[in-house]
């Protein structure tokens, strides 16, 4: 399971980067991190006009998190003729894309498979959870990788947080879908935001240098749960705008006192708060209790599936970035033990269910065209199986999915060798996938955030994925 500071273990403690680049990684083709993550020009790519035309295609993105990190060897990328100890026990199946295979237990997503695309070469040298998560939420490196970190005020920011930060500087499409009332960022199920074991509170799912007002607006209470409600009890409106009155008219008036940061930031909580109870347009995109019977059981009953309904709701009413987490207590993915059992009983129904659901609701209702869907975890894990059955971190290659926005369904990007150990072709690392991200959400590669003391900082560094755009 995951790693707490003390509690040693072969597998969280990582491998340096200088060792996994001999051990395999990047080197193995003769490029660096630097070479990958460095961006470069539109005319060095041989970027055609189509995919410049693809520039803020996507009014929102809905971010899948899968919180453990998935077997990619297991979902997404099987090996058959790979060796008993590396193939494991599942078989690959055919999808609806002609010589396209993904596991046996998620044959609803390969009945689909047209609708999105695989990049089965993402690669990154963090093998632990904490700096991994933070890479894979943010596209940038954690600034003390080889250590085991909490949350920290020099992280930098995810991506809710960036939309938020996008939205109060006006930006493009950021100031374009604002809805008063509605958060631009909100991440539902918040594993590890609030809740984590031994209190340590991960990075990669909050603003960190941008400061706490522009954190993702989280939700921790189960969707599933019948009387789920993100509001506080009725209170009378016209006692809510008294009260807001009475606070104003109580404030210090402006100059007169050296406001500390902190009140400020209270006072912007203050503010997103009264505007969130008092939004209609809020109350209706968060009622999914609204939702038709049949519906609802469609994406299952479980906090991810319902997470993934409700963000339909959400990008429905324009909230441009939600980021749906798998919760903790969802059996999570870090399957050190009895991954095959676990894969099989409990996660990858679960997620076949939930992601198909949402892929055929939002194209249903004309919505997929507009909206990105990214399903990633922080890396994948070993192509050996462990002595327990189990499969433990391995950060040199995963497999991400991407669907809508104008994604190329039914590509493969990008190859694993023959264990689905390193990439084989075209290396895509988490720069990478942000860059694509930031791009199909019409954000360009200049924007810059300014940190505490109002240093400029580049939001991205890498390529977007072209071939899929």
């Known amino acids: 399971m995951l790693t707490i500071p003390g509690h040693p273990s072969r597998t969280c403690e990582g491998v340096s980067r200088r060792e996994w680049l001999r051990l395999g990684g990047l080197g193995t083709f003769g490029l660096s991190l630097t070479d990958l993550s460095a961006g470069h020009s539109l005319a060095n790519t041989g970027v055609s006009t189509s995919s410049v035309s693809s520039f803020g295609r996507a009014k929102s993105c809905i971010v899948l998190f899968m919180f453990g990190a998935p077997a990619h060897q297991d979902t997404w990328d099987l090996k058959p003729d790979a060796p008993a100890e590396v193939r494991g026990e599942f078989q690959p199946i055919a999808t609806n894309v002609p010589g396209t295979y993904v596991s046996e237990h998620i044959p609803l997503l390969a009945a689909m498979a047209d609708r999105y695309a695989l990049i089965r070469s993402v690669t990154h040298p963090d093998n632990t959870h904490t700096v991994a998560m933070h890479y894979m939420l943010t596209g940038v490196r954690h600034l003390r990788p080889s250590t085991n970190p909490q949350n920290a005020a020099d992280d930098f920011p995810c991506f809710g947080a960036v939309m938020n930060y996008a939205r109060a500087q006006q930006w493009g499409r950021a100031k374009d879908v604002a809805v008063p009332g509605l958060p631009a960022a909100v991440s539902l199920n918040s594993p590890a935001n609030q809740i984590s074991a031994n209190n340590h509170i991960f990075p990669g799912f909050f603003a960190g240098f941008l400061g706490q007002a522009a954190d993702p607006f989280y939700v921790p209470q189960d ?163 462990n002595g327990n059955a189990g499969r433990d971190h391995w950060a040199p290659c995963s497999t991400v999915m991407l669907a809508g926005a104008g994604i190329s369904g039914g590509k493969v990007h990008g190859a694993s060798d023959k264990t689905a150990a390193y990439p084989a072709r075209d290396p895509v690392l988490p720069e990478d996938l942000a860059a694509t991200i930031y791009h199909l959400l019409g954000i360009p590669p200049e924007f810059t955030l300014k940190n505490a003391e109002g240093r400029p900082i580049a939001l991205s560094t890498g390529d977007p994925v072209w071939a899929l755009l």
């Open 223 to 385: 969707p599933c749960d019948p009387k789920f409600s993100i509001f506080p009890a009725a209170v009378n409106d016209q006692r809510l705008l008294d009260r807001k009155r009475l606070l104003s008219e109580l404030a210090v008036p402006g100059g007169q006192v050296n406001v500390a940061a902190a009140e400020r930031s209270f006072g912007s909580f203050y503010d997103q708060a009264f505007q969130l109870v008092t939004s209609a347009a809020a109350r209706q995109a968060f009622a999914i209790g609204q939702e038709p019977e049949p519906i609802r059981a469609r994406y299952g009953s479980t906090p991810f599936g319902q997470g993934c309904l409700l963000a339909r709701r959400l990008v429905e009413a324009r909230v441009p970035l939600v980021t749906v987490n798998w919760q903790r207590d969802d059996a999570y993915w870090d399957t050190h033990s009895d991954n095959f059992n676990l894969h099989k009983q409990k996660l990858l129904p679960n997620m076949d269910r939930g992601v198909s659901a949402l892929l055929s609701d939002l194209e249903q209702r004309g919505l997929l065209s507009e909206t990105l869907v990214v399903v990633l975890g922080e890396f994948g894990r070993t192509p050996k199986i």
